[in-house]
Each structure stands twice: as structure tokens, then as C-alpha cells.
């Protein structure tokens, strides 16, 4: 504690909220000058804000070379501390006003709308008194989330996942090339794989893990995907293939809902790579400030084990 009470004293005025605020500001906006909006001289402030706690601290803080730079490691993990803390804070005034705790739970659109809202109910008598939010965000994103504490659980590949987060595996994830079932005889003669060079095939935009992984598949042949469509969503995806227009590749539990009279499924060999498991997770600091949350653990690992059973 002598540290912090030096920063109470005037002899050490740079420590104080509204300058570790500012961190987190930076952290979320990725630098300085667009955490101030573009504006010069309050970009100029949080600069200086942020050099008295470098002073205080007696760490760099800031990446070298000016004031438009983002936060160095060491800002980095101070901002997600602080963004801990007040987020405890937080916690511990909801209670004192009778609120009760909010868990935010981060997932893909996929996830939240195929598996979590249709057992909502299920999930809200297991929450023991807890609020439940939901955010909807991109697997690239969801352990920056977690670790900069704007959520407190993610459902996410295992895959993205590094050495420090707690975790739980929720089942395995397979996947298939789905198609309409008029290009049966078309995907059969070229092959699964071939005919994602050839057939219009729809995927995911941006360059994420799974259209990575495919592509990466067909340049050991010599190939790429001929891409037609590009969809922000898995669910976009299982529509396009319904419309009848697209192949794609698609997880099996979303793909069984497509009318097997009019849409067939193919698996090959260099799928196999793609599976995954989903897990959930968290950070272990989290009991620090919302010690039941245990109990929204266990009711969604129940929820997703059940509903990967019943799609097997």
C-alpha cells in the first residue's frame, strides 16, 4: 500500500482515476489521437494525462514516438487492470443500490441465435439472481473482449485460445460442403474440394480461420474458392445455400436444418482439419467480483452439450 499512498499525497498528484480512465480510452480506440476523437488538443491532454502516471509509475507507457501512438505493453496491462477494477466498482455499487450482477456473455451470431436464445429460458433459471447480457461479436474479437473486461464469458473455438484464460469444452464442431441438391451429380465428378473452385461458392468475408483453412486446401492443389457471395454471418451462409444459388461450407449442427430433399451434404478428407472444439471462457479474476457466475457456466455448458447431442 505505500505506493498508493504516496499517490495520494501532493507530492505525487499525477495517480488518479480520471488519468487511468484515459488508458482504457486509448486501449479501445487503438491510439491516442482517435481515442480523442481527432480532436489536437485533447489529444494533447490524454498525452500528458498519460505521461504523469509514466512519471508516477516510473514505466513507459505510451509506444515511443509521440503523442498518436498507441499504449506500450505495459499500458496495455495496466489499462485492462483498471478496466477490472472499475468494473468491480461497478459491481459493488449495483449491489449497495439492490441490482443485481450483469454477466455479459460474448458469441458469434451463430452461437447466440442458434443455440443460446432458442434455451434462453433455460439459461435464465440458472442464473441465480444474475442479469444476463448478451453481445454479438466476431470470434477474431472475443479475447480481446475478455481480456480487456467487456465481457465475462466468450463461446469460442478452442483454437483461439491461449495459456491464460480458464476454460470448459463444450463438444466438437464437424463441418460439410453444402449444396442444392441439383449439383449432386456436378460436386460427385469434379470432387467435394474441386468444386469449390468451380460451383459459385459462398463464404465468410473477411480472411478468418475458416475460409483461411479452405483456401489454404485448395492452393496445395493449385486452386482457389470461386467466390460468388461473401455473407457477415453463418446464418447468412445457410440461407444463401437455401436460396439455391451457393455452396457452402457451413457447421453440421446449422447445416441439418436445410431441407434434406433439396440441399445435400458432402464430407471429404481435408475437411477433417476444420473441426474444433467450442469452448467456453473466462478469466479467473472474475470471481473476484461476480463469484457466482459459476452457475451461468454450468447451466450453458448443460444448454450447448445438450444441443450438440441432439445435431449429432
Not at 148 to 156: A, E, P, R
Amino acid at each position: 500500500m505505500v505506493m498508493f499512498e504516496m499517490g495520494f499525497g501532493k507530492q505525487n498528484s499525477g495517480f488518479s482515476l480520471e488519468r487511468l480512465k484515459r488508458l482504457i480510452e486509448v486501449k479501445d480506440a487503438g491510439y491516442i489521437l482517435k481515442a480523442a476523437k481527432g480532436n489536437t488538443t485533447t489529444a494533447n491532454l490524454i498525452s500528458r494525462q498519460i505521461g504523469e502516471l509514466e512519471t508516477f509509475f516510473e514505466v513507459r507507457l505510451r509506444q515511443k514516438d509521440g503523442k498518436l501512438k498507441g499504449l506500450s505493453p505495459a499500458g496495455e496491462e495496466l489499462a485492462e487492470i483498471t478496466n477490472s477494477f472499475l468494473s468491480s466498482l461497478q459491481n459493488f455499487k449495483d449491489k449497495q443500490d439492490g441490482i443485481a450482477p450483469r454477466i455479459t456473455i460474448g458469441a458469434g451470431e451463430t452461437f447466440l441465435s442458434n443455440i443460446l436464445l432458442p434455451c434462453f429460458a433455460k439459461l435464465m433459471d440458472s442464473t441465480e439472481g444474475n442479469r444476463i447480457s448478451l453481445s454479438n461479436q466476431r470470434s477474431s474479437a472475443l479475447v480481446d473482449s475478455l481480456d480487456s473486461g467487456k465481457v465475462d464469458l466468450i463461446i469460442v473455438s478452442e483454437r483461439r485460445l491461449g495459456k491464460n484464460e480458464q476454460k470448459k469444452i463444450l463438444g466438437k464442431v464437424d463441418y460439410k460442403l453444402y449444396a442444392p441438391i441439383t449439383w449432386v451429380q456436378e460436386i460427385k465428378k469434379h470432387k467435394p474440394l474441386n468444386a469449390i473452385s468451380t460451383l459459385p461458392y459462398a463464404a465468410l468475408s473477411g480472411s478468418g480461420e475458416r475460409k483461411s483453412f479452405v483456401e489454404a486446401q485448395l492452393s496445395k492443389i493449385g486452386k482457389s474458392p470461386n467466390y460468388e457471395l461473401e455473407c457477415s454471418s453463418h446464418i447468412e451462409l445457410s440461407e444463401a445455400v437455401r436460396s439455391g444459388c451457393f455452396c457452402a461450407v457451413l457447421p453440421t449442427f446449422l447445416g441439418k436444418s436445410l431441407d434434406p430433399r433439396e440441399h445435400a451434404s458432402f464430407t471429404f478428407p481435408e475437411l477433417k482439419g476444420m473441426q474444433a472444439n467450442l469452448c467456453i471462457a473466462w478469466r479467473k479474476e472474475i470471481y473476484n467480483y461476480k463469484p457466482r457466475i459459476d452457475f451461468v457456466i454450468n447451466a450453458i455448458e448443460k444448454i450447448v452439450k445438450d444441443f450438440l447431442k441432439s445435431k449429432s
